[in-house]
């Protein structure tokens, strides 16, 4: 597979004429803030920021391209953590961005479905839905500025993975155009489609590597009538464990959210985040933040939740709980979980690992890793916070108080983060849950993944998109020979 080549000034004319001034951005104070990812950790650089407002506007982006053998680097909000939507820094690749393009084309609640274009803002989505008395069950704390094109290339989770699963599993139909310019046209929201390899599912996830989504089919379900929002303090992960469990006895399904946060993390917040407040009266080791939510017609998910947790107190499985009284404080809890990630970033650079391993290990792995890996590395600090019941957390590593933090994850970082990317690996996990893999995990994810994965990934890459111009150094590492991607 042969390099792409630098665009060529023929080629930005072509693109300009065809775009218009819109769509054409070379204006470095425009161009600049999407340069750069949201952890500040890589800058690209780029001819220009490509920005068309349709789907034939990408075919014949994408053609030209393919023509001049240019690469190009799809971009949805930039809210992703791990470079995939970073441009490379020799400026040898166009920015292509979709977020002009956000038109809800179609919705209905008959179909319990909706057709998004790329563009569209999660948070968009989530009011259009509520429009028609349906919700699109899948949310995180960028649901303003993410796009439905970013989530559906990342396979995003959420915090409410726990019930309706991740991307994947509410994605119907994609749209999107290939790497030779040809437009796959699968949008049809049918629920039983076995026409062979599913291509929505390998577009899904595949970091714009493979093509560029440009509108998605999407599952929608019934609106929620009530929700009850507790933060409940427990003594360590197995009791959070214990009372997922049981809470799922006692309300079938209600329970969608089941957010675990240690105390060093709630610290981070109520220092770092402006109006936050500490839930309880006194601080646990560690937390859970449930939410369970009834539909129109069931039962109030409130008293069920507020008894299971009165009788876990008895018990001894829940040290302390509160229950939101209206939906102010409901979103005053979530705001805690929800500014984890921008109270890290505030506080300063730390080690990020997006982990997953089997739920029944979670419990186990957070104290023996943390005990482990906070002794290997003395004066360090994990914050582990996330999706319990999915079994993926968000395992970071915070620098001594007292050792300047760029300089100490210069010296430490590599190997700390391969530390605990072995750790998750004996026991069967996984790197990358939620995340991707982009460019930040590249010679991880080659290190660790089984030859014959990487041989199918490789193999799948260069079938669809021989040229290698769709996201080049993402995802897919190199072939031990230096073969390009």
């Not at 014959?452 to 031990?480: E, F, H």
């Amino acid at each position: 597979m042969s390099r792409p080549h630098a665009p060529d000034p023929l080629l930005l004319d072509r693109l300009g004429a065809l775009l218009g001034p819109q769509g054409f951005v070379t204006d470095p104070d425009l161009v600049t803030p999407w340069l750069t990812d949201w952890r500040d950790r890589y800058r690209g650089e780029t001819p220009a920021l490509l920005a068309p407002s349709s789907t034939a506007q990408v075919v014949e982006v994408v053609r030209l391209a393919a023509e001049a053998r240019v690469a190009l680097v799809p971009q949805g909000g930039n809210t992703g953590t791990v470079g995939g939507a970073t441009p490379p820094a020799d400026g040898s690749a166009l920015l292509l961005s979709l977020r002009r393009m956000n038109r809800i084309r179609a919705i209905s609640a008959e179909d319990n479905a909706v057709i998004a274009e790329a563009g569209v803002i999660l948070s968009d989505l989530h009011d259009a839905a509520a429009a028609i008395g349906r919700r699109f069950p899948l949310s995180l704390a960028a649901k303003g500025s993410a796009t439905i094109g970013g989530l559906v290339s990342t396979n995003a989770g959420g915090t409410q993975v726990l019930r309706f699963g991740p991307m994947r599993a509410l994605v119907l139909g994609i749209e999107a155009v290939l790497p030779d310019g040809s437009l796959f046209d699968g949008l049809a929201t049918l629920r039983k489609d076995n026409r062979g390899y599913d291509l929505r599912q390998l577009l899904t996830g595949a970091e714009g590597t493979l093509g560029v989504v440009t509108a998605a089919a999407l599952r929608l379900v019934p609106a929620v009538a009530a929700r009850a929002v507790a933060w409940v303090g427990v003594p360590d992960p197995r009791a959070a464990l214990a009372l997922l469990r049981r809470l799922e006895e006692r309300t079938g399904e209600a329970v969608e959210s089941f957010e675990l946060v240690p105390d060093n993390a709630l610290a981070l917040v109520l220092r770092n985040i402006g109006g936050t407040r500490a839930p309880l009266s006194e601080p646990c080791p560690w937390n859970v933040l449930v939410e369970a939510v009834g539909t129109a017609g069931g039962p109030d998910p409130r008293d069920a939740l507020e008894q299971t947790l009165a009788a876990a107190i008895e018990d001894g499985l829940v040290v302390d709980a509160t229950l939101a009284a209206n939906e102010a404080q409901a979103e005053a809890l979530w705001a805690l979980r929800e500014s984890i990630s921008e109270a890290e970033k505030i506080d300063g650079p730390s080690l990020k690992h997006d982990i997953s391993v089997p739920v029944s290990e979670m419990p186990a792995f957070l104290e023996r890793e943390r005990e482990q890996i906070e002794a290997r590395y003395p004066g360090s600090r994990i914050i582990a916070f996330g999706h319990l019941g999915d079994g993926n957390i968000h395992f970071n590593l915070l620098p001594p108080e007292d050792a300047p933090r760029r300089p100490w994850i210069a010296e430490h970082g590599a190997a700390a983060s391969a530390l605990v990317h072995d750790r998750v690996a004996a026991v069967g996990g996984s790197l990358s849950a939620e995340h991707g893999i982009g460019q930040a995990k590249l010679d991880e994810f080659a290190r660790l993944t089984d030859p014959v994965r990487l041989n199918a990934l490789r193999a799948i890459k260069r079938a669809i998109d021989p040229l290698g111009i769709m996201n080049p150094g993402k995802l897919v590492p190199l072939a031990s020979g230096g073969e390009d991607q």
